[in-house]
């Protein structure tokens, strides 16, 4: 069974630019976490999907921003990037929402704002 | 205010030593999840293991074994007779509410031949 996939693996943008990154769950999860985790910090809860819904939010910016689509599939988009954007930004899914389920992760996207 | 206290920042250890690993965690509700996490340089977190608050039995898998103690809101994880491939940075997290999500800030392993 495949796992979480992300893409891309590596993005690396401009100050001020736009990127998005994507993330397929696990088949048969319909939840989605978005989490940043910064050079020597821990992982900061971002954003959660669920059914299509945005569940909930970490302590981020506007301008950080996503969807879930039919299909389960999640896109993260982050707006006039900063510098301070550059990240591992990961993905994990799990089969029912919340935290009553194990969340599995993807890889991550490494994203380097130049 | 910090959830999720992971105060090792690195350790370091030579092979077949045993090696814990503290998380302190800070909560008031009486419903919560503990997870441990193991990223290897790969990068990909690997779930290792999921315990409930109503749930404080110790538990042992193969060379890890996970204390959960209420008492003192820790859930601490020791590796026995550590090997090179536990080389990772290790994760403790905390679910609140049921979307409420809050990791430790890691703790990195190093474990020597």
């Known amino acids: 069974e495949a796992g979480v996939t992300q893409s891309p693996t590596h993005l690396i943008k401009t100050r001020g630019q736009q990127a998005t990154l994507r993330c397929s769950p696990i088949s048969g999860h319909t939840s989605v976490y978005w989490y940043q985790q910064a050079l020597g910090l821990g992982l900061q809860f971002l954003l959660w999907?669920?059914?299509?819904?945005?569940?909930n939010r970490g302590n981020f910016p506007p301008r950080f921003s996503g969807r879930q689509f039919p299909n389960y599939s999640s896109e993260l988009n982050v707006n006039a990037l900063e510098l301070e954007d550059s990240a591992l930004y990961l993905c994990?899914?799990?089969?029912?929402?919340?935290?009553?389920?194990?969340?599995?992760f993807g890889p991550g996207t490494r994203l380097t704002v130049l | 205010a910090q959830k999720v206290t992971q105060a090792q920042t690195e350790i370091s250890v030579v092979e077949k030593e045993d090696v814990t690993l503290d998380c302190v965690y800070e909560?008031?509700?009486?419903?919560?999840?503990l997870f441990w996490y193991k990223q290897p340089p790969s990068g990909e977190l690997v779930f290792l293991i999921r315990?409930?608050?109503?749930?404080?039995q110790n538990e042992i898998s193969g060379r890890y074994s996970w204390n959960f103690q209420k008492s003192t809101s820790s859930f601490n994880f020791t590796i026995t007779a550590s090997q090179v491939v536990d080389s990772a940075v290790y994760f403790c997290?905390?679910?609140?509410?049921?979307?409420?999500?809050?990791f430790g800030s890691g703790t990195k392993l190093n474990v020597k031949p």
């Open positions: 315990r409930n608050s109503f749930d404080e």
């Open positions: 994990a899914s799990s089969f029912r929402t919340g935290g009553i389920d194990t969340q599995y």
């Open positions: 909560t008031r509700d009486t419903t919560y999840y």
């Open positions: 999907y669920d059914e299509g819904e945005e569940r």
């Open positions: 997290a905390l679910i609140l509410n049921f979307n409420k999500f809050y």
